[in-house]
């Protein structure tokens, strides 16, 4: 049998990022089930509208889409039940004293394999306003005009 190495994204929430501002990030393992690993190997989920709580000491994933196996059969596990997420103690304890803070939250970022093991990014954020989302699209904008201007003038020299 030969060990994985390397990582494998299974699921991006691409609308956090644009949703909230993203302070600091952790990789947390998860608790899974058989068929739901079975699941992500094949790539099926979903991070839309899921969230991360930190309930008596324990941080909990909820809402997370993982859509039942094909292949299973009765032992099958429901798609959206909600899943330990698995830090140190000093991780936890820190990510209690960020929350207590008004307006912050737990999104989880990225569901990937690391060297064959399930594990989720999670990020403290708060959310954007409307004119802050509007504020990012136009500095993205800008960036993305002045890399082509430099790259036509670089094609331009040759």
């Known amino acids: 049998m030969v ?4 990582t494998k994204l299974v699921a991006q929430n691409k609308k956090a ?3 909230y501002t993203i302070h600091q990030t952790y990789e947390a393992g998860i608790v899974l089930q058989g068929t739901e690993v079975k699941s992500l190997r094949e790539g099926h989920a979903s991070l839309v509208d899921s969230f991360a709580t930190v309930d008596d000491g324990e941080v909990w994933l909820r809402q997370a889409m993982i859509p039942e196996y094909s292949h299973g059969t009765w032992t099958n596990h429901s798609a959206r ?3 330990k997420l698995l830090l140190n103690r000093k991780e936890i304890d820190r990510l209690r004293r960020e929350l207590d803070a008004s307006g912050t939250t737990l999104v989880p970022l990225k569901l990937y394999f690391k060297d064959g093991y399930a594990k989720v990014e999670i990020g ?3 959310g954007k306003r409307e004119y802050d989302k509007r504020q990012t699209l136009a500095e ?3 960036r993305r005009e002045t890399d082509r201007a430099l790259a ?3 094609k331009g020299r040759r």
Request: hydrophobic share 20%; aromatic share 0%.
């Open 3 to 6: 060990k994985e190495t390397g």
């Open 17 to 19: 990022r644009h949703d």
């Open 81 to 83: 039940r909600t899943r």
């Open 124 to 126: 403290v954020a708060t």
């Open 140 to 142: 993205r904008d800008a």
């Open 152 to 154: 036509a003038r670089r």
